[in-house]
């Protein structure tokens, strides 16, 4: 297998350079509908709920959630994550509505509070991590 990149990144998509864009600067960007108001990740450009296309992006440096589960993958047909193995992915439930997949940090277990956010991949795709939540 060659290390070429792909042509197909997700920056060459215009409607996702707001999460593209986001994610370089380790921010998280949440679609939100103006019709119906309510947020979905990952992005699309249509609500999933209402169907309507007036979509606007809420980003921030973080979304807080609560981790729901958590897996732990050993094996992988993609050779970007093959060094990086055995990884931890959760589902997170945010606390602006959508539920995401994470890579989480194992620190995180299932049940607790946890902070969200996203960088890009090798690739240049926003992907999303999370970590424990800070106490004050
Ligand atoms: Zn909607």
Redesign the pocket.
């Known amino acids: 297998m060659s290390s070429q990149t792909s042509n197909k990144t997700a920056g060459n998509d215009g409607w996702l350079k707001p999460a593209v864009d986001a994610a370089a600067r380790g921010m998280i960007a949440i679609r939100r509908?103006?019709?119906?108001?309510?947020n979905h990740y990952p992005p699309r450009e249509i609500?999933?709920?209402?169907?309507?296309d007036r979509l606007d992006w809420e980003i921030s440096d973080r979304a807080n959630g609560v981790m729901l589960a958590q897996t732990v993958l050993h094996h992988s047909n993609e050779e970007k994550f093959r060094a990086r193995l055995p990884l931890r992915v959760g589902l997170v439930h945010l606390q602006c509505g959508p539920t995401v997949v994470a890579f989480v940090d194992d620190r995180c277990i299932p049940g607790s509070g946890v902070m969200v956010s996203a960088r890009l991949d090798e690739e240049g795709r926003p992907v999303l991590a999370a970590v424990p939540q800070q106490r004050d």
């Open positions: 509908c103006a019709r119906c108001g309510r609500c999933p709920f209402c169907l309507d």
